[in-house]
Structures are given as structure tokens and as C-alpha cells.
């Protein structure tokens, strides 16, 4: 298998081996980096916010011998009107690999084919490739398996962690249930649900009733209520989603071994209880460093050749 020179942009372009070959070399790169990078340089773009994607990728890229840089869209000539085409056809001939966190995902995807070097999506409006990697890889080393498991995505399923998620374990064999409330803005939109169904080799179904939701589930994931961008419709969302809140009562109802994943940033007391986030169910830490591990594994799949 050789995805040398792929971008990253959603795990829709990758076949269920494509993504056991990554999960595979984060596994390895986990247990013992090599440099494999060395000299090769990653460059950062970011137009929202980050903590763990930008220090994961830069962390993975020193563990593997290379180097990254940051750049974001205020201290860079982006802020002043250079087209974003320009600017990728400008960074890929210094860098090796482009990483880029932004709102719209046809600006990501305009970035890859202005760009020379593979492009990898650190989280659009619509996806969280990097994320879902991470998350496959903790599921594995905690089940032993993905395939035939039933992962609930508690809350807002209409945004980015739901729509890779969704794609992501469903392709990998796991049933994924959205559990949200019954009006469209929180639940995937028609065309992606579209693409991820046919692609998937466990059942994707929608749930309005939480308790119904997670019922007997194997994994319970839950992201913010308001997202990055959807700041203004924050006191609704705080009001429809509060049902769907990840507490012990609602944790009760599924698998007595049921595992609890966040992908962080958490607002401890709206999606997710303190009691929750640090009980025995968590493993939102383990997930939180996966990161780390599952960027090495791309990057050394889509720079590396690996
Ligand atoms: N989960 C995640 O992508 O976190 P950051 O927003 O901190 O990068
Ligand atoms: N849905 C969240 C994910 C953060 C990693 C957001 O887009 O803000």
C-alpha cells in the first residue's frame, strides 16, 4: 500500500484498508518514532483556534525527525487580501505537507489543488479526519476491534465530529447511531449521510430519544453544543441539546463497559458532566494523546510513503 502524495481532506477518499494501513503505522510510530521525516518540514494554517491539533502535529513532526511551522490568517498576508490559492501555490514550494484549519471545506479543498504537496484537513465546518483517526485507533487499542461494535454520537450530529465520525466507524464496520434532536440542523446533512451510507459497512441509524439512543452501546462520543463559528446561535443550542446531555444517568443505559469519548475542547456541565468526563468510563486522555500518535501515522503514510 503506498498513499504517498494523498491528501487528507475527509476519510470519505479512503478505503477501509487505506485507513487500517494508518491506524497500523500510528500503532508502530506509537510504540517506537523513528526519523523518518527528517528535514521535511509540515506548515500549519489556521483561521479558527486550536490546542491539540496544532501541538500534536508539531510534536509528531519533531518525534519523526522533521520540523513545523505555524501560520494563521491575522499575522499573515491573508489578513491583508492574498488570495488563499496564491498563498498554497506560494507555501508548497517551501514546505513538504500542508495542514489547514478553516471554516468553509471547499477553501480546503481549493487549498489542495493549488498546492503542490499533500494537504491535510485539521478540522473544516464539515470534517475532522484527524480527529476520527485518532479516535479509531483508541477504540482499537481499548476493544480490540472496531468492526461490529455500536457507537452512539450523543448531540450536535449535524457539524463536523458527527459527520467524521459517523463516516469514519461506519466504514470500519461499527454500527453509529446519531442521537439528537428531531430538527435538521443537528442531524447530518442528505448528501453526506448519502455518502456515508453507501460506503458503510455497519448501520448508520438517527435517534431522537437518548436513553432509546444508547441503549446496550458499546461507545458513547459527544462533542460541543457550539462549535467554532456558531457562536451567535449559542443560547438555542444550549436549549435544544440539553436533553442529550452525557451524565451518569444517561450513561447507565448503555453497555456496563461502555467507554466515553470527547474530542475536546469540553464545556464541562453542558454536553458532558464532570463526573462523566473524569469517571471510569472515560477515556478521554488516552484519546486526547492518540492525537499525537494517529498525525504520525498520516503523516508518515501521505509524506512518508510509508
Ligand atoms: N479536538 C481538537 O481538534 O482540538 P483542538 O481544537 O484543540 O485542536
Ligand atoms: N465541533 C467542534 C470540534 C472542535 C474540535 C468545533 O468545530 O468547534
Redesign the pocket.
Known amino acids: 500500500m503506498n498513499l504517498k502524495g494523498r491528501d487528507y481532506l475527509t476519510l470519505l477518499d479512503f478505503t477501509k484498508e487505506e485507513i487500517e494501513h494508518v491506524l497500523n503505522l500510528s500503532l508502530q510510530l506509537k510504540k517506537e518514532p523513528r526519523e523518518i521525516l527528517k528535514n521535511k518540514t509540515l506548515i500549519m494554517l489556521f483561521q479558527?483556534?486550536?490546542?491539540?491539533?496544532?501541538i500534536?502535529f508539531e510534536v509528531a513532526m519533531t518525534q519523526l525527525g522533521g520540523h513545523a511551522i505555524y501560520m494563521d490568517f491575522v499575522t499573515s498576508q491573508l489578513s491583508r487580501g492574498e488570495s488563499l490559492s496564491d498563498t498554497a501555490k506560494v507555501l508548497s514550494r517551501y514546505g513538504d505537507v500542508i495542514m489547514a484549519?478553516l471554516y468553509r471545506h471547499e477553501d480546503i479543498e481549493l487549498i489542495a489543488k493549488s498546492s503542490e504537496v499533500p494537504v491535510i484537513n485539521?478540522?473544516t465546518d464539515l470534517y475532522?479526519p484527524?480527529?476520527t483517526t485518532g479516535d479509531l485507533l483508541t477504540v482499537l487499542e481499548k476493544k480490540g476491534k472496531i468492526d461490529g461494535l455500536t457507537i452512539a454520537f450523543v448531540g450536535d450530529c449535524g457539524f463536523n465530529m458527527a459527520n467524521s465520525t459517523m463516516i469514519g466507524f461506519s466504514k470500519m464496520g461499527a454500527n453509529v447511531r446519531l442521537v439528537a434532536p428531531e430538527d435538521p440542523v443537528y442531524l447530518p446533512k442528505p448528501e453526506i449521510l448519502e455518502k456515508a451510507k453507501k460506503q458503510a459497512k455497519g448501520k448508520i441509524e438517527i435517534f431522537h430519544d437518548p436513553v432509546e439512543g444508547v441503549k446496550g452501546v458499546d461507545i458513547i462520543y459527544t462533542d460541543v453544543w457550539v462549535s467554532?463559528g456558531q457562536e451567535e446561535e449559542k443560547e438555542k443550542r444550549l436549549k435544544d441539546l440539553k436533553p442529550f446531555q452525557v451524565n451518569s444517568e444517561l450513561v447507565s443505559h448503555a453497555s456496563p463497559d461502555v467507554i466515553v469519548m470527547h474530542?475536546?475542547?469540553a464545556h464541562r456541565g453542558q454536553e458532558i458532566t464532570s463526573n462523566v468526563m473524569d469517571g471510569p468510563h472515560s477515556v478521554i486522555w488516552d484519546q486526547?494523546e492518540n492525537?499525537l500518535h494517529a498525525q504520525k501515522g498520516i503523516l508518515a503514510a501521505i509524506v512518508g510513503g510509508l
Do not use: D, I, N
Open positions: 479558527k483556534p486550536s490546542t491539540r491539533t496544532r500534536s484549519r485539521g478540522l475532522h484527524c480527529q467554532m474530542c475536546l475542547p486526547a492525537r
